[in-house]
């Protein structure tokens, strides 16, 4: 991916929507255009599974707990995928996200059932106000859930600061926001050319990787064919 300083990204996306360059007339605008560019970023990295930034987290399961604590290397809104496996096993099997409350025994909210491997998993805050995750059924012997996501997001708010995602992708989607609200006549044009940009850099995978998180919010609108 091709990243981008914070100031190269503004600059490029006036270009994109065909405002002046002059430094002296665009500088009311940029602290719009900065945060624009900051939230299509977010927007992005929520919705997708980026091959570059791809990270996958092992957290131990211990029997007869199902209460645990998130890694720092990976938190809620950076998990896209759950698998489970038993022991020194190397068979994992697909974890879905949210339990029932059918499965919360009345009184206690303890889990109704133990089992291997663990088929669900959810988060939710502790007593103390920490961030922690459940899985069910409770295990009933050691073993492993994989969190596979992406790496976080590099700070973009100074003007020094570069993109994580890939820049072009950025300034496409955040230039076809800014004409559908002049309503300029290039507006769906540039969208189109948004979507086929992060199509290819997406790849062959692109329809595998277009799961919306349940924390984030709505992603830029990506068509593919099924």
């Not at 255009?33 to 997708?48: D, K, P, V």
């Not at 998130?70 to 949210?98: P, T």
């Not at 959810?122 to 859930?145: D, K, M």
């Not at 700070?155 to 020094?160: D, F, I, K, Q, Y």
Request: overall charge positive; proline content about 4%.
């Amino acid at each position: 991916m091709l990243t981008q300083t914070l100031q190269e990204m503004v600059s490029n996306l006036r270009s994109e929507c065909g405002h002046s360059l002059n430094v002296a007339q665009g500088t009311n605008a940029v602290a719009t255009l900065q945060y624009l560019l900051r939230r299509t970023q977010e927007e992005l990295w929520t919705a997708f599974v980026w091959p570059e930034l791809q990270l996958r987290v092992d957290c131990p399961l211990t029997p007869g707990t199902y209460l645990y604590g998130y890694d720092i290397r990976m938190q809620f809104d950076m998990i896209r995928e759950a698998w489970a496996a038993n022991g020194s096993s190397s068979r994992w099997s697909r974890v879905d996200y949210g339990i029932s409350e059918d499965k919360r025994t009345p009184g206690t909210l303890t889990n109704t059932s133990q089992g291997d491997p663990v088929q669900f998993w959810e988060s939710e805050t502790s007593a103390a106000g920490a961030a922690q995750f459940r899985v069910w059924p409770t295990p009933q012997t050691s073993g492993w859930l994989r969190m596979r996501g992406n790496r976080g997001l590099k700070t973009l708010v100074a003007n020094g600061d570069s993109s994580t995602l890939d820049a072009t992708c950025i300034i496409l989607f955040a230039a076809a926001e800014q004409l559908a609200r002049a309503k300029a006549d290039d507006a769906q044009g540039k969208m189109q050319k948004a979507q086929r940009h992060l199509g290819k850099l997406l790849g062959n995978q692109v329809n595998a990787k277009n799961k919306i998180s349940t924390m984030g919010s709505m992603a830029p609108r990506l068509v593919t064919s099924r």
